[in-house]
């Protein structure tokens, strides 16, 4: 069984930077393991839907990144460690979301999943709030 876990959030002001982390422990069903897992970041504002932030594939390292946030985060993950990392600089107020990381053992050959539904599980999410 499979557990996320985000930490990291906070609140910073305009121009500063986080870092969000986010722990896969255990096994799929599929006998997979973080090591095989695509990892994928999305946030949550008030009131508006989940939208993708980042992803990175376990296979080849390819990083795909939303519009809004290329040049300012960078998504990694540590195989080591279990763990994946969005780095965000840069930050503005319409920043503000919670982030949720995402983890899949069934990932899509040859991109990365940037719906929702690409993923097999969550973590609950870590509150990031960019003031002016």
């Known amino acids: 069984q499979v557990e996320v876990v985000e930490s990291g959030g906070g609140l910073v002001q305009a121009g500063d930077s986080l870092r969000l982390s986010c722990t896969a422990s255990g096994r799929a069903a599929n006998g997979r393991t973080f090591e095989n897992f695509d990892m994928g970041w999305f946030r949550q504002a008030p009131g508006k839907e989940r939208e993708f932030v980042a992803g990175?594939?376990?296979?080849?390292?390819?990083?795909y990144y939303a519009d809004s946030v290329k040049g300012r985060f960078t998504i990694s993950r540590d195989n080591a460690k279990n763990t994946a990392y969005l780095q965000m600089n840069a930050l503005k107020p319409e920043d503000t979301a919670v982030y949720y990381c995402a983890a899949t053992w069934t990932p899509a050959a040859g991109w990365v999943g940037t719906t929702p539904e690409a993923y097999d599980l969550w973590g609950q999410g870590t509150q990031v709030i960019v003031s002016s």
């Open positions: 990175i594939k376990w296979s080849d390292g390819s990083i």
